[in-house]
């Protein structure tokens, strides 16, 4: 029974998310934009070389966009799965749905407006000749 008081309890940390010293945490930072660097990197590589086949260049940007995104979230935003979280993260998923429906708003709008917009064909014509 004394051994379970022993465990020291830590709370659940992720990679980016270090406690102890400023030296540990400017690190934490550093590897951060270490990641960050090598997938800005790579994406560069990956648009500009004729080594990746050329209908994956789109899927591979998209990974390397998705991957470089939750490099931020770890290690800069300090998102994380533990309790302490719980506002952060619904206050990012909150973010994302705005963005999602204003992008998708928009895009119906600009469609809708691009269909009953469309000058006809024969009314071309008419204002084309003198």
């Known amino acids: 029974m ?12 992720a990679p ?5 010293s400023v030296t540990i945490r400017v690190l934490g930072y550093l590897t951060g934009l270490g990641l960050a660097i090598l997938l800005t990197a790579t994406s560069f590589f990956v648009a500009g070389t004729d080594l990746v086949w050329l209908p994956s260049i789109p899927v591979a940007i998209v990974v390397l966009a998705i991957a470089q995104m939750g490099v931020h979230l770890v ?9 302490d979280n719980t506002n952060n993260v619904l206050a990012l998923a909150f973010g994302a749905l705005i963005v999602g429906l204003v ?18 064909g024969h009314m071309l014509d008419m204002r084309l000749q003198p």
């Open 103 to 120: 992008i998708a708003g928009s895009l119906w709008i600009m469609y809708h407006l691009n269909t009953n917009m469309m000058v006809p």
């Open 16 to 20: 980016g998310d270090v406690e102890g």
């Open 2 to 13: 004394s051994d379970l008081h022993d465990i020291s309890h830590r709370p659940d940390l």
């Open 75 to 83: 290690f800069f935003l300090h998102i994380t799965t533990g309790p």
